[in-house]
């Protein structure tokens, strides 16, 4: 039976703790990704606070506001859903 599409499953959750946590560890304001969205910072603050869901093209340039690789990004996101992060080294791309 396929899962129903919801804000407020688990994994959705950790999703966006995922985007949220790497923002702040990245020093990027919500006003900066926005920017890069082609968005206001309304829109970024409510799709963190779960009031809207973030499509995978909007992710895509969420990721790019915040400094890291979207590939990057997904890799993370499974560690998190995983429970796997611990140890982890920082997620910020080399350079």
Excluded at 2 to 25: D, G, Q
Excluded at 60 to 81: H, N, P, R, S, T
């Amino acid at each position: 039976m396929p899962r129903e599409k919801s804000i407020f499953t688990r994994e959705y959750a950790i999703f966006l703790s995922t985007l949220r946590r790497l923002r702040i560890e990245a020093g990027v304001t919500q006003s900066a990704v926005a920017k890069a969205m082609g968005r206001t910072q309304s829109v970024v603050s409510k799709c963190e606070r779960s009031e809207r869901r973030l499509d995978q093209i909007e992710t895509m340039f969420y990721c790019k506001g915040i400094g890291i690789d979207y590939e990057a990004f997904v890799q993370i996101l499974i560690d998190d859903l995983k429970g796997t992060r611990i140890g982890r080294r920082s997620t910020r791309p080399k350079k």
